[in-house]
């Protein structure tokens, strides 16, 4: 008798591109803690590495019809997916337009994707996560896992402008991740 | 006796960058009647010729310390400006990326800057217009002329996705498009 059981699949978006940056470490600093939390495989999925380029398909993606190789790439990730956590900087009181480009990119792959949104900021990105919750909800996410809020403190950046330890500033919202984290599993989409 | 009178200029930022768009065609729209309007002079800024790139300044923008060509020639664009009209469609309920992004690549120049919000969509894209003012808001720019929709109806398209005639659509909302842009005028900065 063979038993195969799939663990879901958690896609961590890294939704900052700039040269100067920090969504990475933070990235690296909360897989962890959701990959426990969840049961879930997790992966780490970097806009800056995947490279898309402002949104440049013919045809709207609700007809699912791309022609470009990096939308095809990028479809694939998210349709292999069994849920998302979109990590999002605030920039200017909203989010940053790598993460909505990448959003709007695709169409059917969201559609019912449970979805967790970590903000960062000075004061903890509120206001990107809240703009952020209603585009998911206008594409039809699933956002019952609401969103978790990592404050930055101003000495937690190196002259670099990099933290200095992602991991002690993480270590603040590990509780409300863990309880996030859980909720996402229980409503993952299993492929 | 010389009298020099220089009527402020009004740049209209074109938001939409897509191969397949309507914002361009909605710009040559509503330029004639903001700019009878307003007694200014109006100038249509498209994104889609800018071209920026997703934001690649190495610094933040708050510095005002930019390296690229292309940042230069938009902040130059934005500080000769005494007011802005951002020209937004409606994608998945926000934004689109390629107006945020062009947004975040400034800070100083947006200072009091009187701005007036364009929507459209299919319901007039006021929820893009909510989440564009929010941002425009946290940064301090003058949002006193607010903002007006343009609703496109199903049958002003075309086979090719571009509108048949933009004139009659625009013209549904020219009234509010009018006020709003006397206030823009009243509270213009003269450069």
């Known amino acids: 008798m063979t038993e195969i059981t799939e663990r879901p699949l958690i896609s961590i978006v890294v939704g900052s591109v700039r040269p ?4 990475d470490q933070i990235a690296e600093a909360i897989a962890p803690i959701i990959a426990e939390a969840s049961g879930a495989r997790v992966q780490i999925i970097d806009l800056a590495e995947l490279n898309l380029p ?26 292999g997916s069994d849920s998302v956590v979109f990590l999002t900087p ?23 994707q449970p979805a967790l949104i970590v903000s960062y900021g000075g004061h903890g ?8 919750q209603q585009v998911l909800d206008f594409i039809g996410l699933n956002t019952a896992a609401g ?11 190196g002259t670099d402008w990099r933290l200095v330890d992602a991991e002690p500033i993480v270590a603040v919202a590990a509780d409300a991740l863990r309880a996030a984290s859980a909720t996402l ?5 299993v492929h």
Chains 1, 2 share one sequence.
Do not use: C, F
């Not at 440049?56 to 349709?79: Q, V």
């Not at 605030?90 to 019912?112: S, V």
């Not at 978790?148 to 950046?157: A, K, N, S």
């Open 125 to 132: 990105g509120g206001q990107a996560a809240a703009q952020l």
């Open 147 to 157: 969103s978790v809020e990592i404050t930055i403190p101003r000495d937690g950046y």
């Open 90 to 112: 605030q920039y200017n009181g909203g989010y940053p337009a790598a993460l909505k480009n990448a959003i709007d990119y695709l169409y059917a792959e969201w559609k019912a």
């Open 54 to 79: 402002m949104l440049d398909e013919p045809l709207m993606p609700a007809m699912g019809n791309y022609t470009h190789a990096h939308t095809k790439a990028w479809s694939e990730i998210i349709a």
């Open 185 to 189: 599993t229980e409503n993952a989409l």
């Open 20 to 23: 100067v940056r920090i969504g």
